[in-house]
């Protein structure tokens, strides 16, 4: 199995900076993307954004420009780098990992539990 757990979330002011951090362990064979979604309360979950293993990154129109994906292959991480944050950034901020667990499996998407990501006005 694969486990994701996210870090990094809080509360900050309107045009602040956060960074979060979400890593896969267990057993991985392969990543192919990575991302990050959220869910503010009452909506949908909604894509932010994404990352494939060779570093093709795709946005939401919300957060180009102020949000940053990342990740390090190394250590099965992706970063969100979130500047000129807004409070409608404010949301649950959930982690995909998209992920073989052996070479002969499947791909499956796994969840984390997810960041609160708090911007206040």
């Known amino acids: 199995q694969v486990q994701v757990v996210e870090s990094g979330g809080g509360l900050v002011q309107a045009g602040g900076s956060l960074r979060l951090s979400c890593a896969a362990s267990g057993r991985i064979f392969s990543i192919k993307t990575m991302g990050w979604w959220r869910q503010a309360s009452g909506k949908q979950r909604d894509l932010v954004a994404t990352i494939t293993s060779d570093d093709s990154k795709n946005y939401a129109e919300s957060v180009k420009g102020r949000f940053t994906i990342s990740r390090d292959n190394t250590k099965n991480t992706v970063y969100l780098q979130m500047n000129s944050l807004k409070p409608e950034d404010t949301a649950h901020y959930y982690c995909?990992?998209?992920?073989?667990?052996?070479?002969?499996?499947?791909?499956?998407?796994?969840w984390g539990q997810g960041t609160q990501v708090t911007v206040s006005s």
């Open positions: 995909n990992v998209d992920a073989k667990s052996t070479w002969f499996a499947n791909r499956e998407d796994y």
